[in-house]
């Protein structure tokens, strides 16, 4: 790390110049050059440099415009002013203006040294904690779930009070209301932050594989079993570890994880030599699990330990309030990725989007925004740009009927006639608005042709 640090020398006279950054690059920087402050700041502009030793006295613009420049542009660039030995004051008002330190000339490089050091280190942990917090902000701050309905409310408020504790979750919801996206949120959000967020999908590996997955294994436990194997709760030490879809665990899986609940340690597969451990663990479901209870597929003992608190996530379809924030969410994230600028949505097209019942929940609509942006042109979506599903109607195009054939075994002309009839009277009634004698012009009938057909369709 130290060898990629870069370090500007800024001074006018050539020699003094040289030979310091000479000796700086002796001792491992990696080091420029400028002669001026003019200089300075155009290279600046285009590289980054985590410490700038400059000389006050410069003939343009001086170390100390440049300070002030830095610092304006480049708050985690670290400044080491050099000052004359007759100009204490320069020095004190450099400090003022948030140099990191000084040298008074002749200098002492050893020493110089040592303050580079330290200004590395600092300007270091800041990017580190500047990039940490970032990260953090945005992947997992609540921020990033969004919710603006009083029942995300209260998963907010419900989330917020046991960030703190190690208490054991259990989060409830339909697919895709957003279960992993809120044991993220607590485990990034808790003291247990720094140490790994380990999750595992139940359902997603074979019953014979799973306890050695949770709990790890040593050479010769099983065929094929060659070395010593850590498992998910021993990898998740410290932090959290997210169990999903524990509805799907196999009966004697539950007896074990229920032992570990209670005592707090595990025993590799194979081995009888007991771990402690400190993991919080987190678990979620989309099935019934009260009900898995009744019908005996699931203990209610391990029920009850899970499910020290219950954290519930409504479908979207009972929290339609969220609807147009998570579209708008989604479409600023979508255009973002594209890099093209932010499309507007239709009144109507969100009207559709409100009307719609999301199944698929808040996962289904990050999938119709992100294909409905990908495929529309324009810088807005209608209606007609999303899916006919949600729409509720179909496009001419969409229903078009192939022309129909007779092919080898005949067809049901009657029948056929009726679909055409159908679809062609649907769509004009859509387009009249309801209003019959329109939509008999557009089909070219009498009104009283139509009634009677659409009596008989029973459209
Ligand atoms: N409130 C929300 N705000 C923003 N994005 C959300 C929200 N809820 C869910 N998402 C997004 O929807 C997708 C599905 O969420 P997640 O995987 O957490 O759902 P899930 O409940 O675990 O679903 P499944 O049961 O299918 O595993 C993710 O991409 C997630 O980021
Ligand atoms: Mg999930």
Known sequence: MKNRSQILVIDDETDNRKALALLLTHAGYRVDEAASGEEALEILKTTPFEIIV???????????????????????????????????????????????????????????????????????????????????????????????????QQVFSRVEKVINSDSTILILG????????????????????????????????????????????????????????????????????FLDEIGTMPPQLQTKLLRVLQEHEIERVGSNRRIKLNVRVVSATNADLENLVVRGQ???????????????????????????????????????DLQRPLMALTAEALAALEGYDWPGNVREMENVIERTVT??????????????????????????????????????????????????????????????????DLLGLNRTTLVEKIRRIGL
């Open 298 to 336: 699931f203990r209610e003992d391990l029920y009850y330990r899970l499910n020290v608190i219950p954290i519930l996530l409504p479908p979207l379809r009972e929290r339609r309030d969220d609807i147009p924030l998570l579209a708008r969410h989604f479409l600023q994230k979508n255009c973002a």
């Open 174 to 241: 339909e697919s895709g209301t957003g279960k992993e996206l809120v044991a993220r949120a607590i485990h990034f959000n808790s003291p247990r932050r720094e140490k790994p967020f380990v999750a595992i999908n139940c359902s997603a590996i074979p019953a014979e594989l799973l306890e050695s997955e949770l709990f790890g294994h040593i050479r010769g436990a099983f065929t094929g079993a060659v070395i010593d194997k850590m498992g998910r709760f021993e990898a998740a030490e410290g932090g959290t570890i």
């Open 54 to 152: 400059t000389d006050l006295f410069l003939p343009g613009l001086s170390g100390m415009e440049v300070l002030r420049w830095v610092k304006e542009q480049s708050p985690y660039t670290n400044v080491i002013m050099i000052t004359g030995n007759a100009s204490a004051e320069s020095a004190v008002e450099a400090m003022k203006q948030g140099a990191f330190d000084y040298v008074t000339k002749p200098f002492n490089f050893q020493k110089l040294k040592l303050q580079i050091a330290k200004a590395l280190e600092k300007s270091q942990l800041v990017a580190e904690n500047l990039y940490l917090r970032q990260q953090l902000r945005g992947k997992y701050r609540f921020d990033n779930i969004i919710g603006n309905s009083s029942a995300m």
């Open 375 to 440: 495929l529309t042109d324009g810088d807005s979506i209608t209606c007609r740009d999303l899916p006919s599903k949600i729409r509720g109607w179909s496009t001419p195009e969409e229903t078009a009927p192939r022309w129909p054939h007779l092919g080898d075994e005949g067809i049901d002309l009657p029948q056929l006639v009726e679909q055409i009839e159908r679809q062609l009277i649907g769509e004009a009634l859509q387009r009249s608005g309801g209003v019959k004698s329109r939509a008999a």
